[in-house]
């Protein structure tokens, strides 16, 4: 499929309005045609008008056929074979087996939503019949079920130009959860982005949905974006980024006359908590899983895990030496953009040069342009208790260790913590009273908590929690992956009183047909 570096608004493909941009090979820093452009004003209006006209129609459908549509994107995003990958590789410098695999967690994804939709569990029914003797006061007959927000913006993310982006977790809530979808792509993987939508167009033009339950825009210009999250019709965001960029989605949206919900997953540096016994007997284990962790992708994971905390002693200075012995031997790795490498390389100087801070280990020396030499630096706790600037996220492959004298600093750093998306507690059998006691604090600071295990694997399914409290996310009462995602755009109806042939179907008394 060849590309043609267009918008995608509704069913017609047109080129953008804007200014002209172009994808780049980070691993070969050149740039790659063809060009795109960013989308006008009034185009990113109409992508907006044709989702509220499509609104409407699209969350009236069978759950059968919206599933069927989700199922359908799956199959046509399978289709484009290799193209799909040799572009997405291309763009991003990420090896291909990794690529390989995410395309096959977005199925994964859509698959899983298309069986939220068929189950219907979603809409959340509730009914409580009328009970028109009760004392002092009759109860009416009240009936609930949840409904679809409106049309949501979603926004593509950098480190996932397809599990994150076009069709992957935020489209698929938003689509299974009955809200028309206007995507901004990422500007650093535009081909990927339109490959995947022309699948996701493809599909609606086969099921026959309204054409605006789908548009792509392109847009290298924050204006895009902003434009985007500013329009009345716009019920809703979805973002993953950094925390700079959701905080100012965030603001945008509070200033509108409707604010609208912004679901923005952003900051996290993921603490690994090596408890005493775990440590003893372990760390070198231990160590060696961390590093495989740290520089899986460059690091360019939400869930890297950037911070360890132990207390001070023998042990963790053999676990020291283990990751110092594990570290040398890998190689620097392509980061996504030179952007992203100029803000790794900046934001890893700073936190080296902050007070009582060192060096303790390194990778590889780059040998190409954009590569990132993983590091792993380590501070006392005291240092870093009075330093909150060092608790912040470095994207990409750097970390930190953080040496605690005893239990209760240990207890103090934590409770210093911002909120995480996860954290992980490495503990034995003999730890458990240790772990008892830090339970409390970690359930308050985390979305997902693990035991023995590093956290770059987010299992799609019903049970995970890809969250948590500010600034790991901007709403911690929600998950951006697994089925719990689609709640995040929908909303409570009561319907009381209602004559049997005018409730949802969902509703009615059994064997009640409309008239």
Request: net charge neutral.
């Amino acid at each position: 499929m060849e590309l043609t570096g267009n918008l995608i608004i509704g069913s017609e493909m047109q080129q953008g309005g804007g200014t002209r941009f172009h994808a780049a090979d980070p691993a070969g820093d050149r740039p790659l045609a063809p060009d795109f452009y960013d989308a006008a004003p009034a185009q990113i209006d109409r992508a907006c008008q044709l989702a509220e006209q499509a609104f409407d129609v699209y969350r009236a459908l069978p759950l059968t056929l919206r599933a069927d549509f989700l199922t359908r994107i799956g199959d046509n995003i399978q289709a484009l074979g290799d193209a799909l990958i040799a572009r997405a590789v291309q763009e991003t410098g990420l090896p291909r087996g990794r690529i390989e695999g995410e395309r096959a967690r977005t199925l994964g994804q859509l698959a899983l939503f298309a069986e939220v939709v068929r189950r219907g569990e979603f809409l959340q029914v509730i009914i409580e019949q009328a009970l028109p003797a009760r004392k002092p006061l009759p109860r009416p007959d009240l009936r609930q079920r949840h409904i679809a927000l409106g049309p949501v913006a979603v926004f593509g993310a950098s480190n996932f130009p397809l599990a994150f982006s076009v069709a992957g977790g935020d489209s698929a809530s938003a689509l299974a959860a009955g809200c028309p979808i206007v995507v901004k792509a990422h500007p650093a993987h535009p081909g990927t982005s339109e490959l995947v939508g022309r699948a996701i167009q493809q599909a609606a033009e086969q099921l026959r949905l309204p054409p605006g339950v789908f548009s792509l825009l392109h847009g290298a210009e924050h204006s895009v974006g902003e434009r985007l999250v500013a329009h009345p019709l716009i019920q809703a965001v979805g973002f993953t980024g950094s925390r700079a960029g959701g905080l100012a989605l965030v603001a945008q949206a509070r200033q509108r006359a409707v604010p609208i919900p912004v679901y923005a997953e952003m900051s996290s540096v993921n603490p690994q908590i090596l408890l005493p016994a775990a440590l003893a007997h372990r760390g070198a284990a231990i160590a060696g899983g961390y590093v495989e962790s740290l520089t899986l992708g460059a690091g360019q994971f939400c869930t890297c895990p950037g911070l360890v905390l132990a207390i001070d002693g023998e042990p963790l200075r053999h676990f020291c030496r283990q990751v110092t012995l594990a570290l040398r031997e890998k190689p620097a790795a392509t980061m996504l953009t030179g952007a992203i490498w100029r803000a790794w390389r900046e934001n890893t100087a700073a936190l080296g040069a902050a007070g009582g801070v060192g060096r303790l280990a390194a990778g590889q020396p780059a040998r190409a342009p954009n590569q990132a030499q993983a590091a792993v630096l380590v501070t006392d706790a005291g240092d870093f208790l009075a330093q909150p600037s060092l608790s912040q996220e470095v994207f990409g492959p750097t970390s930190l260790v953080v040496r605690c004298r005893d239990n209760r600093q240990l207890l103090a750093v934590v409770q210093a913590l911002e909120g995480q998306l996860t954290v992980s507690l490495h503990l034995d059998d003999a730890d458990h009273d240790d772990a008892r006691a830090l339970l409390p604090t970690l359930e308050r600071r985390a979305g997902r908590l693990l035991v023995n295990g590093f956290p770059t694997g987010v299992d799609v399914g019903y049970a995970m929690v890809h969250g948590g409290p500010f600034p790991a996310t901007s709403d911690a009462r929600t998950t951006s992956v697994g089925a719990g995602a689609i709640s995040r755009f929908l909303r409570p109806v009561c319907y009381q009183d209602f004559p049997a042939a005018l409730l949802p179907p969902e509703l009615r008394p059994h064997g009640a047909a409309p008239v």
